[in-house]
């Protein structure tokens, strides 16, 4: 899981010094060694380090700070602001907003996922109301028409291509106008690719941006590349003015750098992220959520997210007002993990709960939902609705009644209760707004 090794040091160095009640300039400097270490060994591009720790240790050292009384939640605070920053502070959306049809040029190097990140987009786009079309643009890599062909046909998606085209400027061409046949309001450009960055790969590309001028050029970096993702970007955006990027292949690496330094070096945002292999692994990338979970405050919208996916609209309006009116009870609770389970990946959905994060991918497998089904399911009505009656009287009765222990409730209810706290905070500060709406 991409970020995990940065998050576990990050949690680690911040557990030290969240209960201080007095901080001083020595704390913070070796708050601060420990947070640049664990950041470069995340694959951070350096100078991207180097200008994340003087920021944070210039605000960290103000006299509000030091003489506040709670020092080392505050710092922890400016570590949360400045990832969120560095990160893009902003949730970016494409800008699909020209007349049909709109072109989504995707752009990048060989191997970096970006057929099936084209179809991954395709997909998300389709769920938001779009109607778009695959363009077959890679004449040159063996198989890679018949690739994006099969991926559609995964999805049921049109696939534009042309077998005995070799020009992918014309192709391209031809692409847009059999949108505007099958009114197709986006059409998805599959570009070649290269081993490293050449001259020919980089003039075809141009040429293909001054004939169907795209609304959206998008770089599809692979995570595990580190820091040599940062100067891929650069060069990529010096050339093609790229408009955001897509981090693949988050899954596979646990340091996450790649998508911490591209955003500073090139100014342009991280728009999406894929992950896994089913088609439907694909995020809006959200700089505050990705930060709290990196931080192990968890990401309680995006767990909402996924389980509306597989909700009813009339149970997605039910969800939102629970949580607007703070009546999300223990049954609540147990419906959304079922629902999740239905997706799979309850180990990955369990993270993005608060008090959860130090959960690790292998902790998590059936058995241990059946646990908590097994549990919830042992209490009564007034028990589930109201958890807050749970003494250890009660505790004792459902652990015989589940075949669990106080400890395993105990578990459960601290889960409970830190995802029962962020719904309040989100609910009495800012608006919810809509929980979709992604493009």
């Known amino acids: 899981m991409a970020f995990e090794s940065l998050s576990a040091k990050l949690q680690a160095t911040i557990k030290k010094l969240r209960g201080q009640t007095r901080v001083t300039e020595k704390d913070v400097k070796e708050f601060m060694r420990e947070i640049r ?24 050292v103000g006299q509000e700070v030091m003489a506040s009384l709670t020092p080392g939640q505050q710092i922890v605070k400016i570590v949360n602001d400045e990832l969120i920053a560095l990160l893009g502070a902003e949730d970016y959306k494409l800008d699909l907003s020209r007349t049909p049809p709109n072109v ?14 084209s179809a991954k987009l395709a997909l998300h786009l389709r769920k938001n109301g779009r109607k778009p079309l695959l363009a077959a643009c890679d004449v040159y890599r063996p198989a890679a028409i018949t690739q994006l062909q099969v991926l559609g046909k995964q999805i049921d998606m049109p696939v534009y291509a042309e077998e005995d085209n070799k020009n992918p400027v014309q192709i391209a061409k031809n692409a847009v106008k059999a949108a505007v ?3 197709n309001d986006v059409v998805i450009i599959d570009t070649a690719g290269r081993l490293q960055i050449d001259d020919a790969l980089m003039q075809e590309l141009e040429n ?6 795209p609304a959206e050029t998008l770089l599809v970096i692979d995570a595990m590349t580190g820091q040599e993702a940062a100067n891929v970007a650069q060069v990529f955006n010096e050339r093609l003015s790229i408009t955001g990027i897509i981090m693949s292949k988050l899954d596979s690496d646990t340091r996450g750098g790649a ?125 589930r609705n109201n958890p807050d009656i749970l003494n250890a ?19 459960l209810m601290k889960m409970f209760e830190d995802m029962r706290a962020m719904m309040k905070q989100m609910s009495s500060g800012k608006k919810f707004g809509r929980f979709k709406g992604l493009m």
């Open 37 to 60: 270490m664990a950041l470069l060994e995340a694959d951070v591009n350096y100078k991207v380090v180097k200008d994340f720790i003087s920021s944070v240790s210039q605000k960290a």
């Open 104 to 117: 989504v040029m995707m752009v990048g190097l060989q191997g970096t996922g970006k057929t099936t990140a």
């Open 181 to 183: 046949r099958g009114l």
């Open 208 to 213: 293909i941006t001054k004939e169907v001028k």
């Open 259 to 383: 998508a911490l330094s591209v955003r500073a070096i090139t100014g342009k945002p991280v728009k999406f992220a894929s992950s896994g292999e089913k088609l439907s692994d694909f995020e809006v990338f959200y700089p505050k959520r990705m930060a709290d979970r990196i931080l192990g405050m968890g990401d309680v919208l995006t767990l909402i997210d996924k389980a509306i996916e597989v909700y009813d609209e009339q149970k997605a309006k039910d969800l939102e007002k629970k949580i607007m009116t703070q009546k999300f009870s223990l049954d609540d609770f147990l419906d959304q993990l079922q629902q999740i389970k239905k997706m799979g990946g309850i180990a990955g959905m369990l993270k993005l709960i608060p008090g959860a994060a130090q959960i690790k991918e292998g902790d998590v497998d059936e058995k241990q939902f059946t646990k908590i089904e097994a549990i919830i399911q042992s209490m009564t009505l007034k028990e």
């Open 393 to 411: 009287s009660r505790r004792k009765r459902i652990a015989a009644g589940s075949g669990t222990t106080v400890q395993d409730i105990n578990k």
